[in-house]
């Protein structure tokens, strides 16, 4: 038998194993975008009921319908921009000192002041927001875009403080320091040096809360509705009224924006500070 005679069972085994990684690979797409083309069909499906396996009318009312003047989908938009923008607003306000000076001073309890801010990610949403709700209530804030802004700023923290540390953490503080011995104060060499260096973490950081503003649902429901309209709560309130035109379109619109901010996101946040976060 020759040797070219052998080597074709061998070959015939080499591609064999292109089958079951075809079948895994294909498997992990239909779980992944099949969700998604099924949201996009209802986006435009006029009728669709079982057992019809695709819509039997495709049409565009649905979106006339839903950003008509009667409907609450221009408004909840609106609200959830404007609420978003605010907290990340906020968020930095608080998140740049914070994390400058958790990255440049020698804080004695500097890991505990870390995980301080992820106390509000470790407990259950419903009952906080609850309590929270109950406390707005009784000094006004339950119902305004101000209460909504601080529910929101309280969980963008976490994002916020902890991306904020490692971005100036990252910074080479012998470019501060050179600064300083050429005649710049501590204020000009912080804006004129450090800060541009470690925009692009904190522009992360800020996309970041945008992002977990725009999609929490839990505090807009307990301290916003139903003064305060938004879109995962028109998102919750067309899926349990079985309105699924609408709440597709409504997912549509929180989808498209944190795809486009999570690709810009993997543009700014490059190993170096990824390698300074808890550090």
Do not use: C
């Amino acid at each position: 038998m020759s040797l070219a005679t052998l080597s074709i069972p061998r070959k015939l085994a080499i591609d064999l194993w292109w089958l079951p990684r075809a079948l895994i690979l294909g498997l992990l797409a239909f779980i992944i975008f099949g969700p998604l083309l099924n949201l996009l069909l209802w986006t435009v499906a006029e009728r669709w009921y079982f057992p019809h396996v695709l819509p039997l009318d495709y049409g565009f009312s649905v979106w006339s319908r839903v950003f008509s003047p009667r409907g609450n989908a221009m408004d909840s938009l609106k609200n959830s921009i404007l609420v978003a923008v605010l907290t990340v607003i906020v968020s930095l306000a608080l998140a740049i000192p914070a994390g400058y000076a958790l990255a440049r001073l020698k804080l004695p309890l500097r890991s505990l002041i870390l995980l301080t801010f992820l106390i509000p990610q470790a407990f259950p949403n419903l009952p906080v927001y609850v309590n929270v709700a109950r406390l707005f209530y009784q000094i006004g804030l339950n119902g305004t875009i101000t209460g909504v802004v601080l529910v929101h700023a309280v969980h963008g923290l976490a994002y916020a403080v902890w991306i904020a540390t490692a971005a100036f953490s990252a910074v080479d503080v012998e470019l501060e320091q050179a600064a300083r011995s050429i005649g710049a104060g501590p204020l000009r060499a912080f804006r004129d040096v450090t800060l541009p260096l470690a925009m692009p973490g904190l522009m992360a950081s800020a996309i970041f809360v945008f992002l977990e503003s725009l999609d929490e649902f839990t505090g807009s429901y307990f301290v916003g509705a139903p003064d305060v309209n938004m879109l995962p709560l028109l998102l919750y309130s067309a899926g349990a009224g079985g309105n699924y035109q609408i709440a597709s379109i409504t997912a549509l619109l929180l989808l498209i924006p944190s795809i486009g901010f999570m690709l810009i996101v993997e543009r700014f946040l490059k190993a170096d500070v990824l390698s300074k976060v808890g550090h």
